[in-house]
């Protein structure tokens, strides 16, 4: 039998986007984005990987998790649906190297 995704917990992050120019600081644009995965423990697993820095973990996961939620709002996009399923082997690549032994 294959794992159910049903029971996993719903999550909710808020991503406030703010410019520096000349050393003042602006709010740029804000959203909301959700989901089951937890981005925080994502990040935490590609960092104990030790071939990255937090900040790039940080950046990396994030980009991934947007990139990955835009692609599937918008299947029937020819430049989308050609480049999801590099998307989904990249992904599975990365959580194989970040998820060994679990």
């Given at each position: 039998m294959e794992n159910c995704d049903c029971n996993k917990q719903k999550r909710s992050y808020h991503f406030n986007v703010t410019e520096v120019v000349d050393g003042k600081v602006k709010e740029a644009y804000n959203f909301n984005f959700g989901g089951h995965h937890?981005?925080?423990?994502?990040?935490?697993?590609?960092?104990?990987?030790?071939?990255?820095?937090?900040?790039?973990?940080?950046?990396?996961?994030?980009?991934?998790?947007?990139?990955?939620?835009?692609?599937?709002?918008?299947?029937?996009?020819?430049?989308?649906?050609?480049?999801?399923?590099?998307?989904?082997?990249?992904?599975?690549a990365l959580k194989a190297q970040c998820c060994k032994g679990e």
């Open positions: 937890d981005l925080v423990e994502m990040i935490n697993k590609t960092v104990a990987v030790g071939n990255i820095t937090e900040k790039h973990a940080k950046e990396l996961v994030t980009g991934l998790r947007l990139l990955h939620h835009v692609l599937k709002k918008y299947p029937e996009n020819e430049i989308f649906k050609n480049f999801h399923p590099a998307l989904e082997d990249f992904k599975h």
